[in-house]
C-alpha cells in the first residue's frame, strides 16, 4: 500500500468522524435550543421533577437554566460550523485523489481562519450569556485550543499549497 492509499484511508475516516461530529452538534443545538425555548415559554416548568432537582440541587432559577441551555446551543453551533467546514474538505480532498492541490491549501487556509474567528465569536458570546445570568464562575466554555488548532491549520495549507507546487513540477507543468 502506497503512501498515498494510506493518507486516503485516513481521509475517508476523518470524513466518517467529521460527519458524525456535525450530526452530533446538530442534534445538541437542536435538544439544547428546544429545552430553552420550552422553559423560557413556560411549556415546560420548573415544577417537572428533573428541573425542580436539578433547581434545587445547583441553586439556580429558571433564567439561568434558560442561559446555560442557550450558551451549550450556541457553543455546539460555533463547534459545528468548522466540523462542516472540515467534512466539506475531507469529502473534495477525496474526489481529487490527493491532498496535494492549491484549492486543497485554499479549503484548509479557509477552515483555519473560520476556527479562529468562530472560536473567539464563541468564547465572547458564552461569556455574555454566563455574565447576564450572573454566573460567570459556572462558565467553562475555554477555547483556546481552537485558537491554535486554527494557526495549525494555516500552517498545514502552506504545507499542503507547497506539495501542490512540487507536484506540478514533478508533472513537469508550470505554476
Not at 461530529?21 to 415559554?41: E, N, P, Q
Not at 434558560?66 to 460550523?81: E, K, P, Q
Request: hydrophobic share 50%; with cysteine; glycine share 10%.
Amino acid at each position: 500500500m502506497s503512501n498515498l492509499e494510506k493518507i486516503q484511508k485516513g481521509m475517508r475516516v476523518l470524513q466518517i468522524l467529521s460527519k458524525i461530529i456535525l450530526i452530533f452538534a446538530i442534534v445538541g443545538v437542536a435538544i439544547a435550543s428546544i429545552g430553552a425555548t420550552l422553559l423560557a415559554s413556560d411549556v415546560l416548568s420548573m415544577e417537572n421533577q428533573f428541573l425542580h432537582c436539578l433547581s434545587v440541587t445547583a441553586e439556580m432559577s429558571k433564567g439561568q437554566l434558560v442561559g446555560i441551555l442557550t450558551a451549550a446551543a450556541a457553543s455546539l453551533l460555533f463547534g459545528g460550523i468548522p466540523t462542516a467546514f472540515a467534512y466539506r474538505y475531507f469529502t473534495e480532498e477525496l474526489k481529487e485523489g490527493t491532498p496535494f492541490t492549491s484549492a486543497g491549501a485554499d479549503r484548509v487556509k479557509q477552515l483555519g481562519i473560520i476556527t479562529i474567528v468562530l472560536s473567539v465569536i464563541s468564547v465572547s458570546v458564552t461569556d455574555f450569556i454566563y455574565e447576564r445570568i450572573h454566573l460567570s464562575s459556572w462558565n467553562m466554555f475555554d477555547d483556546g485550543g481552537s485558537i491554535t488548532l486554527g494557526i495549525c491549520l494555516l500552517l498545514l495549507a502552506m504545507v499542503i499549497r507547497y506539495g501542490a507546487e512540487l507536484e506540478q513540477k514533478a508533472k513537469g507543468g508550470k505554476m
